[in-house]
Each structure stands twice: as C-alpha cells, then as structure tokens.
C-alpha cells in the first residue's frame, strides 16, 4: 500500500468511525455526554472535542493554515455543532488525503506542540501516521466510555469498513 492510499484509507476509517459513533453518542442525554468519566478529556463530550481541535491542529499545520486551540478546549458546547464541525472536517481530511504525494511525504514539518510549547522537527510521513494513530487512540476511549454505560458501537476494526475490499488490501 502506497502512503497516499494508506492516508486516504485511514481518512475513510475516520470518516466512517465518526459517523457511527455520532450517532452512537446523539442517543445519549446532554448530561450523560458532559459527565466526568475519569477520561483524558473528562468526558465523552471532551473527548470529542479533543479529537476535532487535534485534527484542525494537525491538518492546519500539514496545510499551511495554522489552527490554534488548546487540547482542552471546547469549540463548540452544541452537540449538534460539534457533530456538523465533526463531519465538514472528516470532509477536510479526506480531500487533503487525496492530494498527497510522494514529494511532500519526504519533507519535514517544523512545528510548535501544542502540548508541551516545544518546537519540534519530524518528517511528514511520521505526522500523517502520528495524525491517524491519535485518532484511534481517542476513539478507543469513546468506545470503552460508551461500553461502560451499555451502548454498543458496533465493529470497530478497519476490515470491516464498507468498502475494504480483502483482495486489494
């Protein structure tokens, strides 16, 4: 698998992770999403708001048009908001995942963490594996948040994703 198709591939698992769980999470009651469950961000309206601001944070760096926010913080109180926020940047990603190529993937991007204020040097093939990677990682602490309060988000796993198709994988 290519680095562009492997980055188009994951944008599509994200996309699709997204939606399922969205709507997973439109079930809930307002007070349910906002409780403090012990996660990073608390909660599992938290969490998904982490997970927006680090992908306008990494897109913007990967495109040129910085995004700066705090990890913590909450870009929109709304649900509704933040799920319309949620799909327009799931689109975001998909199209820049389109557009990579070979030449961009060699170089390096220099940035500031939001994490810790330090400046820092990787290259972009690192950061597009690093941008998919957090993705997974906050979505696996939706899932178990949901699991704990008996909501079920269905298969998770990328083979499963409509349109995986086995033989060219």
Same mark, same amino acid.
């Given at each position: 698998?290519?680095? $562009?198709? +492997?980055? @188009?591939?994951?944008? $599509?698992? *994200? %996309?699709?992770? *997204?939606?399922?769980?969205?709507?997973?999470?439109?079930?809930?009651? @307002? @007070?349910q999403r906002r409780e403090d469950r012990g996660a990073f961000f608390k909660s #599992?309206? =938290?969490?998904?708001? %982490?997970?927006?601001? =680090?992908?306008? #944070?990494?897109?913007?760096?990967?495109t040129g048009k910085p995004y700066v926010a705090q990890l913590n913080q909450e870009l929109y109180a709304n649900f509704d908001q933040l799920r319309q926020q949620r799909e327009l940047t799931d689109q975001? #990603?998909? @199209?820049?995942?389109?557009?990579?190529?070979?030449?961009?993937? *060699?170089?390096?991007?220099? +940035?500031?963490?939001a994490a810790d204020g330090i400046e820092r040097v990787f290259p %972009? $093939?690192?950061?597009?594996?690093?941008l998919f990677n957090h993705q997974t990682h906050h979505r696996g602490q939706l899932t178990t948040l949901l699991s704990q309060l008996g909501y079920d988000p269905g298969v998770t796993d990328l083979p499963w994703m409509p349109g995986v198709n086995a033989a060219k994988a």
């Open positions: 698998m290519s680095d $562009r198709a +492997y980055a @188009e591939t994951m944008a $599509r698992y *994200n %996309h699709w992770m *997204n939606l399922k769980l969205y709507a997973v999470c439109a079930e809930m009651s @307002e @007070e #599992i309206s =938290g969490t998904l708001n %982490h997970l927006l601001v =680090g992908d306008r #944070i990494w897109l913007g760096r990967f975001q #990603i998909l @199209e820049w995942s389109k557009q990579l190529t070979d030449d961009w993937l *060699n170089q390096s991007l220099r +940035y500031q963490s %972009h $093939r690192l950061l597009v594996v690093h």
